[in-house]
């Protein structure tokens, strides 16, 4: 007998997938009460750049129809899904966020997506991002900027650039989604939205089909409420692809066998004292709870002399600026081209980066990185506030100033990282801990992640709408 949940769209994935697999559950009211909720809220917070309702209502009657007849493809035959608007999906519109690429067609599917597609999952649409992905504030000024779900009385940074998925994946529009990171831009809305995000080491996801912002550091990643639901949208997404070069020789990883070991004996390090100043009193109080909260759970809480500051990383821009410029020069300078003027902006400053100084700062991207593995050696991870503070009023955003403090080191320094709910606001707004691990030491990021939302219950909160 099949048994109602009373709202599939406040189940988290991993219920989800579970529910429609022992078929208590199916994949067409998944689905529905998803749609039904992007009709009633989408008005409002404005995710979407393209909602695929009919697609996917009909892609729902062919998954159910599928587990029925006992032909299940996967585990997460018929969970629904949504991708930031840089992913192609073949005759789809792929803006990039750009209303210059309103109308551009993709003429192949990415990797990342046709794998989805083959585990039986459901597209819901196209959800908006920053233009061309340059930007962590998460606005989008031709577009349109999604609103932060938990504050409908005064608009706030959702975060970018994977702006529209942290926004539907907060509201419950969309069980979990993908999004993609160069400089934060998963981990920058999961900490403004309350979502747990993973930023990949470049090489474990392929970003074939993906509108590039920098080859050398661009990274797609998995954004959803648990850590759990992470780890297994990371391991159907990860493993070589021979459309990408930096997945060559990467060996595939699953973290779902070591998740819940916990994080007794595991050595944690706490971030410099000096870079404590210019966080937030609450973020900070959230923070030195989760070290106790860790610590409770058997990790050892260790200092560590980092050999740069955070700020001192925020300047190291060529590498970005350079390759941006290389991709989308053109229509920067083209003063007829719809650009936001921020992003021109930085895109135009590409333009004055010279060869010597692209060299020099991937000279000193590899230094760091060898510097930085020698002081942590002995340590499982690096603990630190995602962002400075919890999302602030759109009208307070300096677009000059990037909120990446925290974040965006760890793509330079080509290592892995996942942001958590830890806390909230006297206003109730999330606040975040990203966890910082050797590059491809995803499964431990995970694992100590897990721990953490197995102690607490941040990550069960959600906006109310």
Same mark, same amino acid.
């Given at each position: ?47 979407? +750049? ?36 840089? /992913?192609?999906?073949?005759?789809? /519109? ?91 831009? +998963? ?39 648990? +850590? ?238």
């Amino acid at each position: 007998m099949r048994l109602a949940v009373t709202d599939p769209a406040a189940l988290p994935a991993h219920a989800l997938a579970r529910a429609i697999a022992a078929r208590t559950l199916s994949p067409v009211a998944a689905v529905e009460a998803h749609l039904d909720r992007i009709a009633r809220l989408e008005p409002t917070l404005r995710a979407f +750049v393209e909602v695929f309702a009919d697609d996917a209502r009909l892609a729902a009657e062919g998954a159910d129809r599928m587990i029925r007849a006992g032909h299940a493809v996967s585990p997460l035959h018929g969970v629904p899904v949504v991708l930031k608007d840089l /992913i192609d999906l073949e005759g789809r /519109i792929t803006t990039g966020g750009s209303a210059h690429f309103a109308a551009r067609r993709a003429a192949g599917t990415a990797t990342i997506a046709r794998r989805m597609l083959a585990q039986g999952m459901i597209v819901l649409g196209k959800t908006h991002t920053v233009e061309f992905a340059f930007g962590g504030w998460g606005t989008n000024r031709r577009m349109g900027t999604p609103r932060n779900p938990w504050d409908l009385a005064v608009a706030r940074t959702p975060g970018g650039s994977s702006s529209g998925t942290g926004v539907a994946v907060a509201a419950r529009m969309a069980p979990w989604g993908i999004g993609t990171d160069t400089g934060g831009s +998963v981990r920058l809305p999961a900490s403004y939205c309350g979502l747990t995000g993973l930023k990949a080491t470049i090489g474990r996801i392929s970003t074939a089909g993906i509108v590039p912002l920098s080859a050398t550091l661009d990274t797609p990643g998995p954004m959803a409420r648990s +850590v759990e639901d992470v780890a297994l949208l990371y391991t159907l997404l990860s493993g070589p692809d021979p459309l990408d070069p930096n997945t060559r020789g990467v060996v595939p990883e699953d973290p779902m066998p070591g998740l819940h070991r916990g994080v007794r004996g595991l050595r944690l390090a706490r971030m410099p004292a000096a870079e404590r100043v210019g966080v937030s009193s609450e973020m900070l109080d959230a923070y030195d709870a989760a070290l106790d909260t860790l610590a409770r759970g058997g990790a050892e809480i260790v200092e560590v002399a980092l050999p740069f500051r955070f700020t001192d990383l925020l300047t190291t821009s060529a590498i970005v600026e350079a390759e941006a410029y290389a991709v989308n020069g053109a229509v920067a300078e083209d003063r007829a081209a719809l650009l936001d003027e921020d992003v021109r902006g930085r895109i135009l400053a590409g333009a004055g980066i010279t060869a010597q100084e692209y060299l020099r700062t991937r000279r000193m991207q590899r230094e760091m990185n060898a510097a930085f593995a020698r002081a942590m050696d002995g340590i499982d991870a690096l603990l630190t506030p995602t962002t400075e503070s919890a999302a602030i009023p759109l009208d307070a955003v300096d677009q000059a100033v990037a909120p990446s403090r925290f974040t965006r080191f760890g793509n330079l320094l080509e290592l892995c990282a996942l942001a958590l709910p830890n806390g909230a606001t006297a206003a109730g707004l999330p606040l975040s801990l990203q966890i910082v691990c050797r590059g491809y030491e995803e499964a431990m990021a995970l694992r100590i992640g897990q721990a953490f939302q197995a102690a607490t219950e941040w990550h069960r909160r959600a906006p109310e709408l």
